[in-house]
């Protein structure tokens, strides 16, 4: 087991609602996660819940020390880890719930795009109303937001109120292919167009 791994497990371990995952993302996942990123410009690019770096450095390999990198890691941990491995990403150590006043206190007006490695079939309703406002609402009009959810969580209550909470706050949204080599199975949700 790696050390990222066993990191994750024991994260989990100790608080499954806010970690959510048992191991890291694949790099498949990562991949189609973070597509939206844009080539050129000067993005201000939100990653919620970035865990141990998978969408991380997929998001720096893409910006290629273009615009601004937000990640907001709400466990400590993990956060420091991410500062240590990424020093050029702007880390914040706090809820997602704050993001509007993260990016007030950076100069930042709005996000261009929000990738979220949040677990939000692990959430209960009011949490997933308040975090998906935060989110909407540090957006863009023209922005990008994706995020994924594992194939095992397809039934499940809270998942289905997460999809259908997707399409009351975007005007597009759209599942991806399933990404099967990632532990576990997960399929993206790419979403556009944040309802005012």
């Not at 969408?55 to 991410?82: C, K, P, S, W, Y």
């Not at 975007?170 to 399933?178: A, C, L, Y």
């Not at 993206?188 to 167009?193: E, L, M, P, T």
């Amino acid at each position: 087991m790696s050390n990222d791994s066993a990191l994750f497990l024991g994260q989990f371990l100790r608080a499954p609602t806010k970690v959510g995952a048992v191991a890291p993302s694949s790099r498949r996942l990562a991949t189609n996660v973070c597509a939206p990123i844009p080539e050129r410009g000067e993005p201000t690019v939100v990653e919620l819940g970035p865990g141990t770096g998978p969408f991380t450095a997929e998001i720096q390999q893409r910006l290629a020390g273009r615009g601004h990198h937000l990640a907001v890691e709400v466990n400590d941990l993990m956060a420091q880890l991410l500062a240590e491995r990424f020093p050029t990403v702007d880390v914040a150590h706090a809820d997602a719930a704050r993001l509007g006043e993260l990016l007030r206190e950076r100069g930042l007006r709005q996000a261009d795009v929000v990738v979220s490695g949040l677990p939000w079939a692990a959430f209960p309703e009011e949490t997933q109303r308040d975090l998906l406002r935060a989110v909407t609402s540090a957006m863009s009009p023209v922005a990008a937001f994706t995020t994924f959810s594992y194939v095992h969580a397809i039934p499940l209550n809270s998942a289905r109120r997460f999809r259908a909470l997707l399409a009351e706050r975007f005007e597009e949204v759209v599942p991806g292919r399933t990404v099967w080599r990632n532990p576990p199975p997960a399929f993206v949700f790419h979403a556009r167009r944040p309802r005012p």
